[in-house]
């Protein structure tokens, strides 16, 4: 059974309009992070939640927003996607924040910009 | 911050070891992990190591750690058509969890016949 579910897999959007990301999880885990993973590079976070407290990565673009609303759901907007924000999004959750908290993946995101 | 750095392909034989290679420049790091990727897919959790080991086996995979050379390496016995993939490794930062995780560019894994 899936645990970590991105809708939708593939996102197409024109330059400029905005978009939003989903991710959900059934492991009731209080950590929910987002990664952006562009072609042949290293996923890169770009924030996370832990419970309702938001964590940006001081390198994230403004640009990029995320909201978590409950526990299972976290999204990401962009607000006015560049064709450089072309890339796979990857939702992860942990059940803490500690490094031994093993981080769950879910299936990504690809998004194209037109 | 943190650096990983990893080769981007390697290509074996199938049925022959492979031998994926890492190195990191964060020596805080207490926890390094192993990710796989197949195509279209997310992140799978491969296994993962203590600072304060050498060495970490499990079924087929091979963990080792040299960590005063900061250099870390997956290996994968009897290379399967189903290994197929590109393999990530991973440092947890000095803030646990809370940093993420730092990910090297990853290796892809080619298996010829």
């Known amino acids: 059974d899936a645990m970590v579910i991105q809708n939708p897999r593939y996102q197409v959007t024109q330059f400029g309009k905005p978009v939003t990301l989903s991710c959900s999880q059934t492991?009731?885990?209080?950590?929910m992070y987002w990664y952006q993973q562009k072609s042949s590079q290293a996923p890169k976070l770009l924030f996370h939640?832990?419970?309702?407290?938001?964590?940006n990565e001081a390198d994230t673009p403004d640009n990029f927003q995320s909201r978590r609303p409950n526990t299972s759901f976290c999204f990401l907007d962009i607000r006015s996607p560049g064709l450089g924000d072309a890339a796979m999004y990857l939702c992860?959750?942990?059940?803490?924040?500690?490094?031994?908290?093993?981080?769950?993946f879910g299936p990504g995101t690809r998004l194209t910009v037109t | 911050g943190e650096d990983v750095e990893q080769s981007l392909f390697l290509s074996v034989r199938e049925g022959d070891s492979s031998v994926i290679n890492c190195t990191y420049t964060d020596s805080s790091s207490t926890y390094l992990y192993w990710y796989k990727q197949e195509p279209g897919a997310g992140l799978q959790l491969l296994t993962y190591i203590f600072s304060n080991m050498d060495m970490k086996q499990d079924q087929r995979l091979t963990v080792l750690l040299n960590k005063k050379d900061k250099h870390l390496s997956l290996r994968i016995a009897d290379t399967q058509t189903g290994d197929s993939a590109i393999y990530f490794c991973a440092v947890g930062g000095p803030g646990g969890g809370a940093d993420g995780l730092t990910f090297g560019k990853g290796t892809h894994l080619i298996i010829q016949p």
């Open positions: 992860a959750t942990s059940r803490d924040n500690t490094e031994r908290d093993e981080q769950y």
């Open positions: 939640y832990y419970d309702k407290d938001f964590n």
């Open positions: 492991l009731n885990h209080n950590v």
